[in-house]
Antibody
Framework: QVQLQESGPGLVEASGTLSLTCAVS?????????WSWVRQPPGKGLEWIGE???????NYNPSMSSRVTMSVDTSKNQVSLKLTSVTAADTAVYHC??????????WGQGTLVTVSS | QSALTQPASVSGSPGQSITFSCTGT?????????VSWYQHHPGKAPKLIIY???IRPSGVSYRFSGSKSGNTASLTISGLQAEDEADYYC??????????FGSGTKVTVL
């Protein structure tokens, strides 16, 4: 059973960079899965941020693609998210998720990131 | 890409069946059979309960079923149980090679 655990600073200053890591256990980041980041602002619904494959291929939500970078570290079996120029609108619970064929089979519990002004 | 439209809330009594919708466009829900549904208890990890419109993953209760007609997908929960009280989100692949989620439906068991 694949397990995902997100980690990173819970507080980021406005205009700074949000950096999160998703540690993968019970499976390999090099498997035939895409690795996605999904966020949920307080009181709102889920929003897909983007996805990355272990080869480095990626797809990002156009609404934030200019600020997003995802990466895969096969040696540490983890994936990472960087979101630059953050504002209060980026305050959310950030989930890591994985799956193939247009669905996400595994999800992390999520980590709350608050952008402070 | 706008969020798919779901009713904000649906309620039912234990044992009843409820059905709620997820409406998109021909560029997402209507264009692909890649609609999935997720059950989310706040503070927990979302759980996949339906994929490819109507397929239940192994281990998911038969009480959950999905369907699609045109640009609208639907999730039915039969034999409603207290443990079904949660938020439910649909998701669809889109013609822009990205994914979009629904606005979410809060299910309340009366």
């Amino acid at each position: 059973q694949v397990q995902l655990q997100e980690s990173g600073p819970g507080l980021v200053e406005a205009s700074g960079t949000l950096s999160l890591t998703c540690a993968v256990s019970g499976g390999s980041v090099s498997s035939n899965n895409w690795w996605s980041w999904v966020r949920q602002p307080p009181g709102k619904g889920l929003e897909w941020i983007g996805e990355i494959y272990h080869s480095g291929s990626s797809n990002y939500n156009p609404s934030m693609s200019s600020r997003v970078t995802m990466s895969v570290d096969t040696s540490k079996n983890q994936v990472s998210l960087k979101l630059t120029s953050v504002t209060a609108a980026d305050t959310a619970v950030y989930h890591c998720a994985s799956g193939s064929y247009f669905k996400w089979d595994y999800w992390g519990q999520g980590t709350l990131v608050t952008v402070s002004s | 890409q706008s969020a798919l439209t779901q009713p904000a809330s649906v309620s039912g009594s234990p044992g009843q069946s409820i059905t709620f919708s997820c409406t998109g466009t021909s560029s997402d829900v209507g264009g692909y059979n890649y609609v999935s549904w997720y059950q989310h208890h706040p503070g927990k990890a979302p759980k996949l309960i339906i994929y490819d419109v109507s397929i239940r993953p192994s281990g998911v209760s038969y009480r959950f079923s999905g369907s699609k007609s045109g640009n609208t997908a639907s999730l039915t929960i039969s034999g409603l149980q207290a443990e079904d009280e949660a938020d439910y989100y649909c998701s669809s692949y889109t013609s822009s090679t990205i994914y979009v989620f629904g606005s979410g439906t809060k299910v309340t068991v009366l």
